[in-house]
């Protein structure tokens, strides 16, 4: 049973301090903001988590600090509480995006010590259970760590252990891509309204009809294109559908705007 440290209390800190609170792992959740409205919002939430404006405090006694601060902040805030961790029993995580662990080593060291180090790309649906979890850990992180933390996230989502130089591309397809099927969401119910369907009404058929297809290549282990096949006769409507999507750069544009995510 764990207790962690989130330093950092965002909209992906704090995601991720509401989702622990459901954990089977984690025992206690503890945050650190200076932003005091954003802790009393996290109280508000669960009276359990443990807030405070103090870095230092918050570190001390936790399994695991997790580092949820904007990337120009990062070195600073490492600065700051190094001292007060100890590296043969914490564990170091870094959800803070373009910080790779050249400079998070480097941030960490106390002569020749460091403590076992995951950076982590999760995105928002963290906050329902349902995220993707990129996590790479670094050279000195053990078996025993890496079975820990899969086991505490694989409670809010499906975890993936990639290395280090993969990361911002699963970060485009999944930290950024949830932004983009947000925007098909928002089409599709565009789309709908002009055909005459209240928008409320469209978007619960939009999502419900992505929680189908989800499940179809899940449960079927099949291709998309195989499913797509199966919806697509001859002269159908379906495919006059598809070929204008395509002809207006549809799935062009979407590898575009992946790749224009990818942090080089």
């Not at 996590?135 to 053990?142: L, Q, W």
Request: glycine residues 8%; aromatic residues 6%; proline residues 3%.
């Amino acid at each position: 049973m764990s207790t962690i440290a989130i330093i950092g209390g965002g909209n992906m800190g704090g995601a991720i301090a509401r989702a622990l609170t459901q954990n089977s792992v984690i025992t206690k959740v503890k945050v650190s903001d200076i932003n005091e409205d954003t802790l009393r919002s996290l109280q508000n939430f669960n009276n359990g988590i443990d807030v405070t404006t103090s870095n230092k405090e918050n570190v001390k006694g936790a399994d695991i600090v997790l580092l949820a601060v904007k990337p120009w902040l990062a070195e600073a805030v490492i600065a700051e509480i190094k001292d007060s961790m100890d590296y043969s029993k914490q564990i170091f995580m870094s959800i803070v995006a373009g910080v790779p662990f050249e400079k998070l080593t480097v941030a960490l060291s106390k002569g020749n010590s460091l403590p076992p180090i995951f950076r982590m790309i999760p995105n928002t649906a963290v906050d329902v259970l349902q995220s993707v979890l990129s996590i790479a850990p670094y050279i000195n992180a053990g078996h025993a760590q890496m079975k820990l933390i899969e086991q505490i996230f694989s409670e809010t989502g499906k975890v993936f252990f990639v290395q280090e130089k993969d990361l911002n591309a699963f970060m485009a397809l999944s930290s950024c891509g949830i932004a983009y099927a947000f925007r098909y969401i928002r089409a599709a119910v565009e789309g709908a309204v002009e055909m005459g369907i209240y928008p409320n009404v469209a978007k619960q058929v939009v999502t419900q009809t992505l929680r189908g297809a989800i499940d179809l290549i899940d449960t079927n282990d099949s291709h998309p294109e195989a499913e797509i096949d199966k919806v697509t006769t001859p002269g159908g409507i379906t495919i006059k559908g598809l070929n204008e999507m395509e002809a207006n750069g549809f799935t062009n544009s979407v590898i575009k705007g992946l790749k224009a995510s990818l942090i080089k």
